[in-house]
């Protein structure tokens, strides 16, 4: 029968623990429902002082460790400005010292009318083309097209 007492002892021990985790539980989850504001009407001034504090605590330390966070991705950020900005002057260095493409000035065409015979007064229209590249203006290049047309 020792061997019968002492598997009772031991099933009490871990009847006594599995008590014991159960009240630990029970105010752990107690205590987080204190720290997310959920039954304080249960709390002392003393219990809500303290808790103010702790949180407090807390809050200075989670804040510290973001201000951590946010001054490391400030100086990466700085670190990549500065790589850009030396990109960039390197470009611009390696762009003066390319040649510019010589492009011919834009010509005119003009079209001549197909039909002589007709009376000018009933059709007032002046077709152009311009031979360039796009997006130039070419209203300017209108008139320097023109006085070469003149002079030719």
Known sequence: MPAARQYSKIQSQVKADVEDLAKKLEALEAC????????????????LHGLEVKL?????????RKTQLLEQQVNKLREKEMTL???NEDLREKCKNQPLPVTPAPAVVTVEDEHPGRNDNDMDVETELYIG???????SNKAAAVSQANHA
């Open 32 to 47: 987080k429902r204190k720290y997310l504001g959920e039954k304080l009407e249960e709390c002392s001034i003393e219990e």
């Open 56 to 64: 407090e605590r807390s809050l200075h330390s989670i804040r510290g």
């Open 85 to 87: 900005r030396k990109n």
């Open 133 to 139: 590249l796009p997006g130039r203006d070419n209203r």
